[in-house]
């Protein structure tokens, strides 16, 4: 069983910047894949990033791709979302989720979700 918290998220202009980070709970953080989802409203939930089991793959939606930076430090059990550049279309509650695949990018291949953080871009 893994739990995940996520945390970082707020009001921020377009152009700013944030980092969401995904605390686990957990000695077997290491074993998972880890992503990160979005939903706007009135939208489907969207996968935006996530980073392989060994830290040695990423791979990103392309409305993302240059803007955000997806990593991990499985010392602390932790992953992070990095992102810059943000734009008004970013708005949206944004998800981390453990799957134990080597890399999953697809939501029915993760069986772990946190509550979510808020991410409001103003333009």
């Known amino acids: 069983q893994v739990q995940l918290v996520e945390s970082g998220g707020g009001l921020v202009q377009a152009g700013g910047y944030l980092r969401l980070e995904c605390a686990a709970s957990?000695?077997?953080?290491?074993?998972?894949?880890m992503g990160w989802f979005r939903q706007a409203p009135g939208k489907e939930r969207e996968f935006v990033a996530a980073?392989?089991?060994?830290?040695?793959?990423?791979y990103y939606t392309d409305s993302v791709k240059g803007r955000f930076t997806v990593f991990r430090d499985n010392a602390k059990n932790t992953t992070y979302l990095q992102m810059n550049n943000l734009k008004s279309e970013d708005t949206a509650l944004y998800y981390c989720?453990?799957?134990?695949?080597?890399?999953?990018?697809?939501?029915?291949?993760?069986?772990?979700w946190g509550q979510g953080t808020q991410v409001t871009v103003s333009s």
């Open positions: 957990g000695r077997t953080f290491s074993t998972y894949c």
């Open positions: 980073i392989s089991r060994n830290t040695q793959m990423t």
């Open positions: 989720a453990a799957s134990p695949l080597q890399l999953a990018l697809r939501m029915g291949e993760f069986d772990y």
